[in-house]
T-cell receptor
Framework: NAGVTQTPKFRILKIGQSMTLQCTQD?????MYWYRQDPGMGLKLIYY???????DKGEVPNGYNVSRSTTEDFPLRLELAAPSQTSVYFC???????????????FGNGTRLTVT | AQTVTQSQPEMSVQEAETVTLSCTYD???????LFWYKQPPSRQMILVIR??????QNATENRFSVNFQKAAKSFSLKISDSQLGDAAMYFC??????????FGQGTRLTINP
Protein backbone atom coordinates (compact mmCIF):
# COMPACT_ATOMS: atom_id res chain seq x y z
CA ASN A 1 0.00 0.00 0.00
CA ALA A 2 1.84 3.09 -1.27
CA GLY A 3 -0.49 5.70 0.28
CA VAL A 4 -0.09 9.18 -1.22
CA THR A 5 2.66 9.49 -3.83
CA GLN A 6 3.96 12.82 -5.07
CA THR A 7 6.31 13.46 -7.96
CA PRO A 8 8.75 15.02 -8.45
CA LYS A 9 10.54 15.37 -5.11
CA PHE A 10 12.50 18.43 -6.21
CA ARG A 11 12.19 20.87 -9.09
CA ILE A 12 13.74 24.13 -10.13
CA LEU A 13 11.75 26.35 -12.49
CA LYS A 14 12.56 29.57 -14.26
CA ILE A 15 10.13 32.46 -13.94
CA GLY A 16 7.30 32.04 -16.41
CA GLN A 17 7.69 28.31 -16.89
CA SER A 18 4.89 25.86 -16.29
CA MET A 19 4.77 22.52 -14.59
CA THR A 20 2.46 19.95 -13.09
CA LEU A 21 2.94 18.42 -9.66
CA GLN A 22 1.58 14.91 -9.67
CA CYS A 23 -0.30 13.32 -6.79
CA THR A 24 -1.85 9.89 -6.70
CA GLN A 25 -3.34 7.83 -3.90
CA ASP A 26 -4.27 4.16 -3.82
CA UNK A 27 -6.58 4.21 -0.79
CA UNK A 28 -9.78 5.04 -2.70
CA UNK A 29 -10.10 8.30 -0.76
CA UNK A 30 -12.68 10.76 -1.97
CA UNK A 31 -11.09 13.81 -0.36
CA MET A 32 -7.81 15.16 -1.68
CA TYR A 33 -5.93 18.39 -0.91
CA TRP A 34 -2.98 20.48 -2.00
CA TYR A 35 -1.07 22.49 0.59
CA ARG A 36 1.98 24.69 0.39
CA GLN A 37 4.40 25.19 3.24
CA ASP A 38 6.62 28.26 3.26
CA PRO A 39 9.70 28.35 5.51
CA GLY A 40 8.77 28.72 9.18
CA MET A 41 5.08 28.74 8.36
CA GLY A 42 2.20 26.33 8.62
CA LEU A 43 0.52 24.73 5.68
CA LYS A 44 -1.86 26.74 3.59
CA LEU A 45 -4.58 25.09 1.55
CA ILE A 46 -4.37 25.76 -2.18
CA TYR A 47 -7.17 23.58 -3.60
CA TYR A 48 -9.17 20.60 -2.50
CA UNK A 49 -11.50 18.03 -3.98
CA UNK A 50 -14.31 16.00 -2.45
CA UNK A 51 -14.53 13.54 -5.32
CA UNK A 52 -13.84 12.95 -8.98
CA UNK A 53 -14.98 15.91 -11.05
CA UNK A 54 -15.33 18.25 -8.05
CA UNK A 55 -12.71 20.80 -7.00
CA ASP A 56 -12.78 23.97 -4.94
CA LYS A 57 -10.44 26.78 -3.95
CA GLY A 58 -8.64 26.94 -0.65
CA GLU A 59 -6.90 29.88 1.00
CA VAL A 60 -4.24 30.58 -1.64
CA PRO A 61 -5.45 29.40 -5.08
CA ASN A 62 -4.05 32.20 -7.25
CA GLY A 63 -1.50 31.00 -9.77
CA TYR A 64 -2.59 27.37 -9.55
CA ASN A 65 -5.09 25.05 -11.20
CA VAL A 66 -6.22 21.55 -10.42
CA SER A 67 -8.26 18.79 -11.97
CA ARG A 68 -9.75 15.60 -10.58
CA SER A 69 -10.68 13.29 -13.45
CA THR A 70 -10.23 10.13 -11.37
CA THR A 71 -10.49 9.25 -7.69
CA GLU A 72 -6.78 8.40 -7.58
CA ASP A 73 -5.17 11.44 -9.18
CA PHE A 74 -5.16 15.11 -8.22
CA PRO A 75 -2.52 17.03 -10.19
CA LEU A 76 -1.60 20.63 -9.40
CA ARG A 77 -0.73 22.89 -12.32
CA LEU A 78 1.44 26.01 -12.17
CA GLU A 79 0.96 27.96 -15.38
CA LEU A 80 3.37 30.92 -15.06
CA ALA A 81 5.81 30.23 -12.27
CA ALA A 82 6.72 33.15 -10.01
CA PRO A 83 9.33 33.41 -7.22
CA SER A 84 6.46 33.70 -4.72
CA GLN A 85 5.58 30.11 -5.55
CA THR A 86 8.87 28.83 -4.15
CA SER A 87 7.69 26.49 -1.43
CA VAL A 88 7.24 22.90 -0.39
CA TYR A 89 4.02 21.41 -1.72
CA PHE A 90 2.12 18.65 0.02
CA CYS A 91 -0.67 16.54 -1.36
CA UNK A 92 -2.99 14.83 1.12
CA UNK A 93 -6.04 12.63 1.13
CA UNK A 94 -8.66 11.41 3.56
CA UNK A 95 -11.49 8.93 3.43
CA UNK A 96 -14.03 11.32 4.89
CA UNK A 97 -14.36 14.55 6.80
CA UNK A 98 -13.91 12.96 10.17
CA UNK A 99 -10.15 12.74 10.60
CA UNK A 100 -10.39 9.81 12.95
CA UNK A 101 -7.34 7.80 13.94
CA UNK A 102 -8.57 5.07 11.62
CA UNK A 103 -8.98 7.49 8.74
CA UNK A 104 -6.65 10.40 9.31
CA UNK A 105 -5.31 12.86 6.79
CA UNK A 106 -2.62 11.06 4.79
CA PHE A 107 0.15 13.27 3.45
CA GLY A 108 2.61 12.66 0.66
CA ASN A 109 6.30 13.29 1.18
CA GLY A 110 6.22 16.68 -0.46
CA THR A 111 7.72 18.43 -3.48
CA ARG A 112 10.32 21.14 -2.98
CA LEU A 113 9.88 23.73 -5.72
CA THR A 114 12.24 26.63 -6.37
CA VAL A 115 11.40 29.37 -8.87
CA THR A 116 14.30 31.59 -9.93
CA ALA B 1 -11.62 33.40 9.35
CA GLN B 2 -10.34 30.80 11.74
CA THR B 3 -6.74 31.22 12.86
CA VAL B 4 -4.37 28.95 14.72
CA THR B 5 -1.41 30.40 16.62
CA GLN B 6 1.61 28.59 17.96
CA SER B 7 3.63 31.14 19.90
CA GLN B 8 6.69 28.96 20.45
CA PRO B 9 8.82 28.73 17.29
CA GLU B 10 11.29 26.42 19.06
CA MET B 11 11.33 24.28 22.17
CA SER B 12 13.89 21.94 23.63
CA VAL B 13 13.71 19.31 26.32
CA GLN B 14 16.00 16.78 27.92
CA GLU B 15 15.40 13.19 26.99
CA ALA B 16 12.94 11.47 29.37
CA GLU B 17 11.50 14.77 30.59
CA THR B 18 8.12 16.32 29.84
CA VAL B 19 7.46 19.18 27.47
CA THR B 20 4.32 21.15 26.64
CA LEU B 21 3.68 22.82 23.29
CA SER B 22 1.14 25.65 23.18
CA CYS B 23 -1.59 26.36 20.67
CA THR B 24 -4.44 28.84 20.61
CA TYR B 25 -7.13 29.23 18.00
CA ASP B 26 -9.90 31.58 17.11
CA UNK B 27 -13.36 30.46 16.04
CA UNK B 28 -17.00 31.30 16.51
CA UNK B 29 -18.07 27.71 15.95
CA UNK B 30 -18.98 25.27 18.72
CA UNK B 31 -18.41 22.02 16.85
CA UNK B 32 -14.94 21.42 15.44
CA UNK B 33 -11.84 19.26 15.62
CA LEU B 34 -8.34 20.02 16.81
CA PHE B 35 -5.21 18.10 15.88
CA TRP B 36 -1.54 17.87 16.55
CA TYR B 37 0.61 16.71 13.66
CA LYS B 38 4.28 15.76 13.76
CA GLN B 39 6.54 16.48 10.81
CA PRO B 40 9.95 14.77 11.05
CA PRO B 41 12.80 15.62 8.66
CA SER B 42 11.26 13.22 6.15
CA ARG B 43 8.47 15.87 5.86
CA GLN B 44 5.70 13.29 6.12
CA MET B 45 2.92 14.65 8.31
CA ILE B 46 1.91 12.24 11.04
CA LEU B 47 -1.23 12.57 13.11
CA VAL B 48 -0.26 12.54 16.79
CA ILE B 49 -3.54 13.23 18.54
CA ARG B 50 -6.97 14.70 17.89
CA UNK B 51 -9.67 16.24 20.03
CA UNK B 52 -13.34 16.69 19.27
CA UNK B 53 -14.63 19.98 20.64
CA UNK B 54 -17.81 18.41 22.04
CA UNK B 55 -15.79 16.08 24.25
CA UNK B 56 -14.83 17.52 27.61
CA GLN B 57 -12.32 14.81 28.34
CA ASN B 58 -8.80 15.54 27.18
CA ALA B 59 -7.50 13.15 24.53
CA THR B 60 -4.58 10.85 25.35
CA GLU B 61 -2.47 8.67 23.08
CA ASN B 62 0.27 6.83 24.94
CA ARG B 63 2.89 9.47 25.92
CA PHE B 64 0.95 12.25 24.23
CA SER B 65 -1.90 14.11 25.87
CA VAL B 66 -3.65 17.41 25.39
CA ASN B 67 -5.01 20.12 27.64
CA PHE B 68 -8.11 21.35 25.85
CA GLN B 69 -9.57 24.55 27.26
CA LYS B 70 -12.58 25.31 25.05
CA ALA B 71 -13.56 28.60 26.67
CA ALA B 72 -10.00 29.87 26.47
CA LYS B 73 -9.59 28.41 22.95
CA SER B 74 -6.39 26.73 23.99
CA PHE B 75 -5.11 23.32 22.92
CA SER B 76 -1.69 22.40 24.29
CA LEU B 77 0.21 19.16 23.68
CA LYS B 78 2.09 17.44 26.47
CA ILE B 79 4.77 14.90 25.62
CA SER B 80 5.83 12.76 28.56
CA ASP B 81 9.05 10.78 28.79
CA SER B 82 10.45 12.54 25.72
CA GLN B 83 12.38 10.34 23.32
CA LEU B 84 14.94 11.21 20.66
CA GLY B 85 12.45 10.12 18.02
CA ASP B 86 10.06 12.84 19.15
CA ALA B 87 12.30 15.50 17.62
CA ALA B 88 10.32 17.14 14.80
CA MET B 89 8.19 20.09 13.81
CA TYR B 90 4.82 19.96 15.53
CA PHE B 91 1.79 21.60 13.97
CA CYS B 92 -1.46 22.39 15.67
CA UNK B 93 -4.45 22.33 13.32
CA UNK B 94 -8.14 23.18 13.40
CA UNK B 95 -11.02 21.87 11.33
CA UNK B 96 -14.75 22.48 11.42
CA UNK B 97 -17.51 20.88 9.43
CA UNK B 98 -16.14 21.78 6.01
CA UNK B 99 -13.07 20.16 4.52
CA UNK B 100 -10.57 22.89 5.25
CA UNK B 101 -7.80 22.30 7.76
CA UNK B 102 -6.11 25.40 9.22
CA PHE B 103 -2.57 24.95 10.51
CA GLY B 104 -0.47 26.92 12.94
CA GLN B 105 3.05 28.07 12.20
CA GLY B 106 4.67 25.09 13.86
CA THR B 107 7.00 24.51 16.81
CA ARG B 108 10.38 22.89 16.28
CA LEU B 109 11.04 20.46 19.12
CA THR B 110 14.60 19.42 19.93
CA ILE B 111 15.34 16.53 22.26
CA ASN B 112 18.66 16.79 24.10
CA PRO B 113 20.24 13.46 25.01
Amino acid sequence: NAGVTQTPKFRILKIGQSMTLQCTQDMNHNYMYWYRQDPGMGLKLIYYSVGAGITDKGEVPNGYNVSRSTTEDFPLRLELAAPSQTSVYFCASSIDRGYSYNSPLHFGNGTRLTVT
Amino acid sequence: AQTVTQSQPEMSVQEAETVTLSCTYDTSESDYYLFWYKQPPSRQMILVIRQEAYKQQNATENRFSVNFQKAAKSFSLKISDSQLGDAAMYFCAYKEGAQKLVFGQGTRLTINP
